[in-house]
């Protein structure tokens, strides 16, 4: 079973900062790696897939990277939208379908 | 457009049973592999049960046995039975569709195990 761990727990950026949030596999997931954003109250949302490909609607300043381990998921200038909790999800070996633990981004 | 709108939740007293529901539209359910993920309140992510699209099922080792995941294809619609329901079954339960990643999500439902 793939265990998927994120890091930091949780991350204090001022708005129009730019924030990354890094995602770490126990073993080689290629680049079957997805992220989700998820508002208080909210479902989440699928942002990229494929480690770096976003989804339909998602804005350009976020981006991913990496591929086997170790990936990023970088949002370069943090808007008020943009402060949620953040998932990876890898889908290259499954079931299960495994879960970081999410990354908070706050406001500074 | 794509939509899924999860129901059934509600409070329920350990080792109860509910059965939750999730319509969807906008594509057929009978050709998408389909998902069950939950949320315990302040938690993250779990994945609970998976469907495949040839019908064959999975499920989290901590359902195994008490959930059990099925469709209806003339309602297109994706059902969750939960039998013999703990106190560590509280939480958000969304449907989604499954292509590998999760690319559409129901809004979820809430389930609360408690006395």
């Known amino acids: 079973e793939i265990v998927m761990t994120q890091s930091p727990a949780t991350l204090s950026v001022s708005p129009g900062e730019r924030a990354t949030l890094s995602c770490r596999a126990s073993?080689?997931?290629?680049?079957?790696l997805a992220w989700y954003q998820q508002k208080p109250g909210q479902a989440p949302r699928l942002l990229i897939y494929?480690?770096?490909a976003r989804a339909t609607g998602i804005p350009a300043r976020f981006s991913g990277s990496g591929s086997g381990t170790e990936f990023t998921l970088t949002i370069s200038s943090l808007q008020s939208e943009d402060f949620a909790v953040y998932y990876c999800?890898?889908?290259?070996?499954?079931?299960?379908?495994?879960f970081g633990q999410g990354t908070k981004v706050e406001i500074k | 457009e794509v939509q899924l709108v999860e129901s059934g939740g509600g409070l329920i007293q350990p080792g109860g049973s509910l059965r939750l529901s999730c319509a969807a539209s906008?594509?057929?359910?009978?050709?998408?592999?389909m998902t069950w993920v939950r949320q315990a309140p302040g938690k993250g992510l779990e994945w609970v049960s998976l469907?495949?699209?040839?019908?064959?099922?999975h499920y989290a080792d901590s359902v195994k046995g008490r959930f059990t995941i099925s469709r209806d294809n003339s309602k297109n619609t994706l059902y969750l039975q939960m039998n013999s329901l703990r106190a560590e079954d509280t939480a958000v339960y969304y449907c989604?569709?499954?292509?590998?990643?999760?690319?559409?999500w129901g809004q979820g439902t809430l389930v609360t195990v408690s006395s």
């Open positions: 494929g480690a770096y």
């Open positions: 989604a569709r499954n292509v590998n990643y999760f690319d559409s």
């Open positions: 999800q890898q889908y290259h070996n499954w079931p299960p379908l495994a």
């Open positions: 469907i495949y699209s040839g019908g064959s099922t």
């Open positions: 073993q080689s997931v290629s680049n079957n």
């Open positions: 906008g594509f057929t359910v009978s050709r998408s592999h």
